[in-house]
């Protein structure tokens, strides 16, 4: 069983001049085959 936990909070500058900061993002995967 493997779990993946992927968060990106990467910002976008020009986005964030524009007034429209993106919104953080959270992945969470299991991966499991007889789990």
Do not use: W
């Not at 986005?15 to 085959?33: C, E, H, I, Y």
């Amino acid at each position: 069983m493997r779990v993946t936990l992927t968060l990106d909070l990467t910002l976008n500058p020009a986005a964030g001049r524009a007034g429209s900061v993106r919104p953080p993002v959270v992945q969470l995967r299991v991966d499991g085959g007889a789990a």
